[in-house]
């Protein structure tokens, strides 16, 4: 998914990939853990998840 999203204009340097996760529980709290340390607390967050199967690295663009 990370390869389709490069190849239509999403720029890498946009992307935060989770990688420790070993089930979609952990890949969704190790994720939120990188939003809010990403976050600027004066603005809500703005991000889009993708989760794929089997479990690849999810990554979210800000």
Known sequence: ?????????????QMLTEEKSVN???NM???KQII???????KPPN???NEQLP???CWTIR
Request: proline share 6%; hydrophobic share 35%.
């Open 47 to 49: 991000y889009l998840l």
């Open 24 to 26: 979609t529980l952990q």
């Open 1 to 13: 998914m990370q390869r389709y999203a490069i190849d239509h204009g999403i720029p890498v340097e």
């Open 55 to 57: 479990h690849f690295p």
């Open 36 to 42: 809010e340390a990403d976050t600027d607390k004066d």
């Open 29 to 31: 709290q190790f994720s």
